[in-house]
Each structure stands twice: as C-alpha cells, then as structure tokens.
C-alpha cells in the first residue's frame, strides 16, 4: 500500500493553509474550527512552511509570545519535508519516527496534492492488517474469499 492508496481512502482531502503573514492566532482559529493538528503555510500559491500543535507549544507559549501579536513566518517549520504518493507506507511512517513529525504533505511532480497524518498512517495500517487476517483466517477454515 503507498501514500496514494491513503489519500484516496481519506474522507476528507481537505488542504486548509494560512500564508505567512497571518498571526498565529489566525491559525489557531482555523485548526480549532477543522479540529486539524497542524496547517499548511502557502505563500503565493507555494508551500513554504507549516505550522503545528507543537510549533505553537515550543515557539509561542514557551517563548512567552503572543497569539495575537506574532506571525506565522516566525514560527512555522520553513523546511517541511514531503512525500510523494508513490511511496510506501512504511517509507511514511519511517520518515515520520526519523524526523519526529506527525504530517507529512504530499507532492505529485512539484504540485501539492495532499497532507498525510500518523493518524491516517496507523488506520491505514489497521484496515490492510485486518484484512490479511480475514483472508488467512479464510483459507484456515477453507471458506471461499
């Protein structure tokens, strides 16, 4: 299974983004209303950043900034790592341990066409390894697929 089979799967395929200029407050406000962990930082239709949970904890809260006061561009993740849809889950979830991330946005040939959650990784995980199990415990038994 790679990362295509995942976003084909999603529900929602939603890409929801901030530009670099917004506060972080504006993206808080986003986050909490789309209940997303982490926000793309698109800037003139390119992805330049993104910004998470866990830049807010450690570059806002901790740094005794202010939501309301502070921009995203001194706050997000400039260097995002991405994937592309063509790679393996296990690639995903590797790069996702190696680099302490929890999203990874995808890119197909420069285009942003996704983003990929550590949730939707271990569902995806879930459903091919219950159906593995159904299948074997098929054959076991001698019932037809």
Do not use: W
Request: proline share 2%.
């Amino acid at each position: 299974m790679n990362i295509r089979h995942i976003l084909q799967g999603k529900t929602i395929n939603a890409l929801f983004s901030v530009s670099s200029d917004k506060t972080v407050l504006d993206a808080l406000r986003l986050m909490a209303e789309k209940n997303i962990g982490a926000v793309l930082v698109i800037d003139e239709g390119v992805l330049t950043g993104i910004f998470s949970e866990r830049d807010y904890a450690r570059k806002v809260i901790l740094k005794d900034r202010h939501s309301d006061g502070t921009l995203i561009a001194d706050v997000m993740t400039a260097n995002v790592i991405t994937i592309g849809p063509d790679q393996s889950i296990e690639e995903c979830m590797q790069i996702m341990s190696d680099k302490h991330i929890r999203h990874l946005p995808v890119m197909d040939q420069g285009e942003l066409i996704g983003i990929i959650s550590i949730n939707d990784v271990v569902s995806a995980i879930i459903v091919d390894q219950k159906t593995r199990i159904d299948s074997l415990e098929s054959y076991i038994s001698g019932s037809p697929y």
